[in-house]
């Protein structure tokens, strides 16, 4: 399990300003204004395990993008999901979540 942090900008179509808190942990991003890749990059470079997108509006979408420098996980939720994780994390940034796929952890545990 690791803690979340929200990206900031939330968005994350610009490099994170909360960087220095983000090393180790999942990066919580809304959809917006660029590409999926753009966010997870600039979530990567930053230092997050993985990255939780959420929707800006109602219903689902595929995310999509192909970049080899993606190195970790990346998965979009709704944005009724995203905002409940949302609001538990700012009321609780040590509030911990995890990704499975299939019975695998698909990032190390934060140290």
Do not use: W
């Amino acid at each position: 399990m690791c803690s979340s942090d929200l990206a900031e900008p939330l968005e994350a179509c610009d490099a994170l300003t909360n960087a220095a808190a983000m090393p180790g942990k999942i990066a919580l991003i809304q959809r917006g204004s660029c590409t999926f890749v753009s966010k997870v990059l600039n979530a990567q470079t930053a230092g997050a395990v993985a990255a939780i997108i959420y929707n800006h509006s109602p219903g689902m979408v595929t995310m999509g993008g192909d970049n080899a420098d993606v190195t970790i996980p990346a998965l979009f939720l709704t944005i009724e999901d995203g905002t409940a994780l949302n609001e538990a994390v700012t009321a609780d940034p040590s509030t911990l979540v995890n990704i499975h796929c299939n019975a695998e952890t698909n990032f190390p545990p934060n140290p």
